[in-house]
């Protein structure tokens, strides 16, 4: 269907529209009138209300918000602690998301030739992604055990002693990092996998026959024609970075001595101190109120890095025209 | 005259049918005694804990009819303040709960708690010396002395120890009157700890990276109060001060020495469970097991063994003394009522129950807690408990008269907080990984805690 408008505006379009074209119109909307009412009521609804509580004070124990004004935004940006949550968080994308891209990357290349067992290795690289984070948090707290744990025991073979990674302020973000990438390996390959199988099979024949190497047919040929995969799994591990929480309380947390978020509050995340200025806290500024602007502050934050990988990605990400 | 006359009989027959209605509809309310109406009741614990509520509950309601109650496994609130709070926000708060006896008191600096002593002023029958005057300063409210529970019992500290090993290593058990030191215990400890070779820790071969046998096991590994506190009392030191536990209380050289005496078992003398052997296993299961000769724990660790490794041959004895004489610690569990309850003068009613005729009996032997209702403790449930050992009283009851004997000091409104990064958390986790040493981990630490107390 083809609207024409002079202005521009719904309700000329409306005005405008023949009898069946109106009716059409709302069959359309009546069809997506669920939809609708749920992105209001779940989403937009929930926002909205979010962002009026980052304006109140409210420990969830009074009847309702007490109205503070510019207080928590005020408190947001002279609260000593958040520069050192934000730190660890930023510290945890850099080794989190360069090693999930080019690990499950280099991995997608291998498992897309067609060899035997290919198939089996998917399956397997698969798994860890969907296994719940609690299960995975407590296998790899034992895989850093330096009493009984495979780390430590793979380098005493060669006479080399480490520490507990997790016990270790220099150690511990990098080890958490280890096991998210781990286990986010398998949705890496998945998405690159059906990025690989989308690119033309005559595209590699014709850089075969100019004499292009095989290092050369990934560089000049898979890599551009994966990048609007490798901008998808940028953002959205970006994404799902700064947003770590459940390892942290799992990894860092346990039996090993050590307060969640420590030692040394080195794996203290923002959405950790999100949760602990919400539910544990009981500081002046503690409560919903506080914990609201934390997190409008970070959903700021995604946005701000989102909006800047897709101005990056204009230069660098290139998509195959249709032919047609 | 006919019609008047069946007239008068159908007035009087309707009459009749209509007190006949209401007898019928009013009657049994007017005949039935004891309260009514409707509770919820949250709860939180492992299987035998929910059992024990749900037979309590149960037993309340045969003996009440009158009242209905709604049990319910509220996502662990109670135990987790957090979980209250959401409940709380969404309306759907419970009339009566158990908080955990580590964040009650921040419960009650929220005003989530309801005061019961107007309660029991008014009940003639209730007397609050019937409990321990320690269970009761456990459930009363630092911040202006308000009572916000009644216990349901409690558990306290004691030494549990392996008798064969204590034979085998040819060992005087620990007395039961609690007349030995923690300088007895870290010499036992050493003897008592044994690698893959034989060879026990005060021997020159000891390999510390191949124990099989620990010499002592203690909750300061988690790093827990319950296990550190009563090291501390007994040196002369706390976490934070008593009885106010308003400020931080580490840089005290009692409580350095404390500390250091903690890490010197773990790392001068690898006599104890360090964090990495807890991580594999938890120390008090190793205990439980036959791998740990000495644990500091609570009477829960009765009932692990009878239904774990029942033919562990097994004592208990109060915990030594340092320089300041014993010290334990108690942790009691209470019921509260929720200060936004609509219900509140019911919720009393079970509330009071629940601490002390309902005290004992479905719940009190279950639970392995001690009953803390007048002397409950000493029958059938607790003391003379088919699985009780041999010294229980003198471990689990004495030392309540202890001067030094109260609950973890840490226990304030703040406890996550300075449990946490913010706090001394990641001090404790220095000095138990080895990294400082007690008063390099603990010099400064003081301001920092004190400024979140402060907060």
């Known amino acids: ?324 | 005259m006919y019609e008047k006359c069946s007239q008068s009989l159908l007035s009087r027959c309707l009459l009749l049918t209509i007190l006949l209605i209401a007898f019928t509809i009013f009657a049994p309310v007017a005949a039935q005694d004891g309260p009514t109406g409707q509770l919820t009741v949250f709860m939180w614990g492992g299987p035998p804990d929910i059992d024990t509520y749900e037979a309590a509950i149960a037993r309340y309601m045969d003996e009440n009819p009158g009242v209905e109650i709604e049990l319910i496994d509220a996502a662990g609130c109670g135990a987790s303040y957090a979980a209250c709070k959401t409940q709380i926000a969404g309306g759907t708060m419970a009339d009566v709960f158990v908080p955990g006896s580590w964040n009650y008191n921040a419960m009650a600096n929220d005003g989530v708690l309801e005061d019961l002593a107007p309660y029991v002023d008014a009940d003639s029958d209730l007397d609050l010396a019937d409990f321990h005057p320690v269970t009761i300063e456990a459930v009363t409210s630092l911040r202006d002395g308000t009572l916000v529970g009644l216990p349901m019992g409690f558990n306290i500290q004691s030494m549990w120890f392996n008798k064969d090993m204590f034979d085998a290593a040819g060992l005087d058990y620990p007395p039961a009157d609690g007349d030995y030191t923690w300088d007895d215990v870290r010499a036992w400890a050493k003897q008592l700890t044994i690698d893959e070779n034989g060879n026990t820790a005060d021997s020159m071969d000891f390999d510390a990276g191949k124990i099989v046998q620990w010499g002592y096991y203690n909750h300061f590994v988690w790093p827990w109060g319950n296990g550190y506190d009563p090291i501390l009392f007994a040196f002369g030191g706390s976490a934070m001060t008593l009885p106010d536990r308003g400020s931080c209380n580490l840089e005290h050289p009692d409580s350095i020495r404390g500390w250091q005496f903690i890490q010197d078992l773990m790392w001068t003398d690898h006599s104890t469970v360090k964090p990495d052997a807890h991580a594999e296993q938890i120390g008090f299961l190793r205990w439980v097991d036959g791998q740990v000769a000495l644990q500091h724990g609570s009477f829960e660790q009765a009932k692990l063994v009878d239904d774990q490794n029942p033919g562990l041959n097994y004592d208990i004895a109060p915990l030594p003394s340092g320089d300041a004489g014993n010290a334990t610690v108690i942790q009691v569990h209470m019921w509260s009522i929720y200060s936004g309850s609509p219900n509140k003068e019911l919720a009393w009613h079970l509330l009071r129950w629940l601490a002390t005729d309902g005290s004992v009996g479905d719940y009190g032997s279950i639970m392995t807690l001690i009953p803390a209702y007048k002397d409950n403790a000493l029958g059938e449930y607790f003391v003379d408990a088919p699985y009780a050992p041999e010294h229980t009283k003198e471990a689990q009851l004495d030392p309540l008269e202890w001067e030094l004997t109260t609950y973890p000091s840490m226990y304030n409104e703040k406890t996550d907080q300075i449990q946490g990064s913010d706090g001394f958390g990641d001090a404790l986790s220095e000095i138990l990984n080895n990294k400082k040493s007690a008063e390099e981990a603990l010099t400064g630490i003081c301001a920092q805690v004190d400024a979140v107390m402060q907060e």
């Open chain 1, 1 to 324: 269907m083809r609207l024409r408008s002079p202005s521009g505006l719904g309700l000329n379009l409306w005005r405008d529209a023949s009898p069946r074209a109106r009716r059409q119109w709302l069959t359309a909307y009546a069809f997506m009138s669920l939809q609708l009412i749920g992105l209001f009521v779940f989403i937009l609804g929930p926002l909205l209300v979010s962002l009026y509580y980052t304006f109140t004070k409210w420990d969830l124990i009074a009847p309702a918000p007490k109205w503070t004004g510019l207080r928590n935004w005020l408190h947001f940006f002279g609260d000593a602690r958040i520069g050192q949550v934000l730190g660890n968080t930023l510290w945890f994308i850099l080794w989190a998301t360069s090693s999930f891209l080019l690990l499950s990357l280099a991995l997608a290349v291998l498992l897309h030739q067609r060899r035997r067992g290919t198939t089996l290795f998917r399956a397997l690289f698969f798994i860890p992604y969907i296994t719940s984070q609690v299960a995975v948090g407590l296998v790899w707290s034992w895989m850093f055990n330096t009493r009984s744990g495979p780390i430590p025991n793979f380098f005493r073979l060669f006479g080399i002693e480490i520490p507990n990674l997790l016990l270790d302020e220099s150690y511990a973000m990098i080890a958490v990092a280890l096991v998210a990438t781990w286990q986010a390996l398998g949705y890496g390959i998945t998405i690159y996998l059906a990025g690989l199988q989308g690119i033309p099979g005559e595209l590699y024949d014709a850089s075969s026959v100019d004499g292009a190497s095989g290092w050369q047919r990934f560089r000049f040929v898979t890599l551009p024609l994966l990048s609007p995969t490798v901008l998808f799994l940028t953002v959205t591990s970006f994404i799902a970075a700064f947003q770590l929480f459940d390892l942290v309380i799992i990894l860092t947390g346990g039996a090993t001595g050590v307060a969640p978020g420590g030692p040394g509050g080195s794996t203290r995340t923002i959405v950790l101190y999100l949760y602990e200025q919400t539910f544990l806290f009981s500081e002046r500024i503690s409560g919903l109120g506080y914990g609201a602007t934390i997190g409008w502050m970070l959903a700021v934050l995604i946005f701000i890095v989102t909006m800047a990988q897709f101005r990056f990605a204009r230069s660098t990400v290139f998509f195959l025209e249709d032919s047609d």
